[in-house]
């Protein structure tokens, strides 16, 4: 017997929370029963439906999809109203493929896209606490006090973001570029804390997660990562969750 969110994410219909949230909406059945938050199902044995449909556990291969999302388009699925382009329609392949590490609207870089549930639970769960590397231009030139400030954390909504790697590649007349490499990921942290700093970003790409690099992937392209990757990623998980970031309670979008 499985937890049911735990099924319906290995059957493709996305990470775990996201599951939770259609047995929430009434959307999932066992043996013709509205399913409840919690509840426990046999898939050899137990009819399990979603929106009236018989879910597949058919065995086959995971899919893991590294895309260069260009600005301008929405990680995920959106309001459902059409007006932006998604991350997903990038990718022409067929399945449930869903993201991991979702980007804002003005910010591009490396997503990754999986069927592979449990996988993306553990990428998207603050517990784990895995890398994620960006690039980002700010405004001015920040001196090495502010730099300080950053790497040790500031306070956002009332508790102080975790430690930070952040480093002064270049500057370009009155901009600069940095590299910052964060484990937690708040909604939009590194906008909010460069605005509250006095540097406000005018461009931000996410170059890694945890193993997996960016490298020469255009924008609107895309690439299967290599089994190398997929096992790298793995590793790491299982390394970092032995290592709870102790500040890290939500997971969010760091950009």
Known sequence: MERLQKILSRAGFGSRRVCEQLIREARVAVNGQIARLGQKADPSRDRITVDGRPIALAERPH???ALHKPRGVLSDEGDGSGRLPTA???VPLPGH?????????????????????DLAY???????GHEKEYRALVEGLPDEATLRKWRRGVFL???????AQVTLLRRERDRS???????EGRKRQIRRVAA????????????????VRLGDLRPGH??????EEVRALREELRTAGRQRTPSAKKGGRAS
């Open 157 to 163: 909504d009332g508790r102080r973001t975790a430690p």
């Open 88 to 90: 997903r329609e990038l």
């Open 177 to 183: 570029w940095l590299k910052i490499v964060l484990r």
């Open 97 to 117: 493929l869903f993201p991991v590490g979702r980007l804002d609207l003005r910010s591009e870089g490396l997503l990754l896209l999986t069927d592979d549930g």
């Open 196 to 211: 509250m700093l006095g540097h406000p970003v005018h461009q931000l790409i996410r170059v890694r997660i945890g193993p």
């Open 222 to 227: 895309w690439r299967h990562l290599t089994d």
């Open 63 to 65: 899919v893991y999809i």
């Open 122 to 128: 553990r990428l998207t769960h603050p517990r784990f």
